[in-house]
């Protein structure tokens, strides 16, 4: 069975960081994309930063300069390094891979490739 399990949200001020980890299980992330999608309240979930199988990385424009994905396939982790972070990056984060290997079309513009998902974790971030 496959189970992404995310840690690392919390609440920081403005111009703060967190690190945000994503724990898979039932399958690899070696190979694969992984990446790290947000909601907001009221709003629809959008792409955030996706790593593909050969460690080619992607990001929305709001993200670039200030969040860093990578991924470990040895502990078969994503993390979301997030620096200067805004209230507006106020969100559920959500964690996902795809279920074919070295497949992830639209990378971050699009949900098509994704397997799973994790239950997310909140970032709150005050002014």
């Known amino acids: 069975q496959v189970q992404l399990v995310e840690s690392g949200g919390g609440s920081v001020q403005a111009e703060g960081s967190l690190r945000l980890s994503c724990a898979a299980s039932?399958?690899?992330?070696?190979?694969?994309?992984v990446g790290w999608f947000r909601q907001a309240a009221g709003k629809e979930r959008e792409g955030v930063a996706v790593i593909d199988s050969i460690l080619g990385t992607y990001y929305a424009d709001f993200a670039k300069g200030r969040f860093t994905i990578s991924k470990d396939h040895t502990q078969n982790t994503v993390s979301l390094q997030m620096n200067s972070l805004k209230p507006e990056d106020t969100a559920m984060y959500y964690c996902?891979?795809?279920?074919?290997?070295?497949?992830?079309?639209?990378?971050?513009?699009?949900?098509?490739?994704?397997?799973?998902w994790g239950q997310g974790t909140q970032v709150t971030v005050s002014s």
């Open positions: 039932g399958i690899s992330v070696n190979r694969r994309c």
């Open positions: 996902a891979i795809a279920g074919r290997e070295y497949w992830c079309p639209g990378g971050v513009t699009k949900t098509s490739w994704v397997h799973a």
